[in-house]
């Protein structure tokens, strides 16, 4: 499996935009998938988008279209996920999590980036 | 974006006996391209099921999922206070993912 590596917490302001990032480890721009999970407090796992590198592809789910932005750095094998207009409600752990195809579960996980919301 | 639908909200179990949690979808998944995740407080994910019934590596066999097209079931035999956790499904059928709400095992 391969090992993924996320900075740290930060806390944003209403309005502004963050920016986490995802190292990994290995030969990881091959047919592979790169997805970003969050979890706000106290709610459920939510897929907010992926990035398919060997076919320069980005999907985003539909309640983020126009505020999230995926990209890779294949330079440093690191992934960034970008959110802007950032709301209270955005305050979640992050994860990025590794699928070995377009059509496979993802089965290696970051540590998570815990981004706090607050005026 | 195809929804998931699991159910119950919560069970609550004692050590030894079965879990049966369920994961509903809104529409028939191509390949039955279904996981499961257990998710503890503080840990990212951990991969259980794929492809509906496929253990994922280094998963005890205490754990099964079955089912096909819209309805499908996660199994948790002999219960140990390890599996305390949420567990969640996820289609990855599509080019959008989703997740389903979850459901939340309890061990006595």
């Known amino acids: 499996q391969a090992h993924l590596v996320q900075s740290g917490a930060d806390v944003k302001k209403p309005g502004s935009s963050v920016k986490v990032s995802c190292q990994t480890s290995?030969?990881?721009?091959?047919?592979?998938?790169l997805n970003w999970v969050r979890q706000a407090p106290g709610q459920g796992l939510e897929w907010m988008g992926r990035?398919?590198?060997?076919?320069?592809?980005?999907n985003y789910a539909q309640k983020l279209q126009g505020r999230i932005t995926i990209t890779a750095d294949r330079s440093t094998n690191t992934f960034y996920m970008e959110l802007s207009s950032l709301r209270s409600d955005d305050t979640a752990v992050y994860y990025c999590?590794?699928?070995?195809?377009?059509?496979?579960?993802?089965?290696?996980w970051g540590q998570g980036s815990l981004i706090t919301v607050s005026s | 974006e195809i929804e998931l639908t699991q159910s119950p909200g919560t069970l609550s179990l004692s050590p030894g006996e079965r879990a049966t949690l369920s994961c509903r979808v809104s529409?028939?998944?191509?390949?039955?391209?279904l996981a499961w995740y257990q998710k503890k407080a503080g840990q990212p994910p951990r991969l259980l099921i794929y492809?509906?019934?496929t253990r994922a590596t280094g998963i005890p066999d205490r754990f099964s999922g079955s089912g096909s097209g819209t309805d499908f079931t996660l199994t948790i035999t002999r219960l140990e206070p390890e599996d305390s956790a949420v567990y969640y499904c996820?289609?990855?059928?599509?080019?959008?993912?989703?997740f389903g709400g979850g459901t939340k095992v309890q061990i006595k």
């Open positions: 996820q289609q990855y059928g599509s080019f959008l993912l989703s």
């Open positions: 990035i398919i590198p060997i076919l320069g592809m980005t």
């Open positions: 492809g509906a019934s």
């Open positions: 529409q028939s998944l191509p390949n039955n391209k």
């Open positions: 290995g030969d990881t721009f091959s047919n592979f998938a």
């Open positions: 999590g590794k699928s070995s195809g377009t059509y496979e579960p993802t089965d290696s």
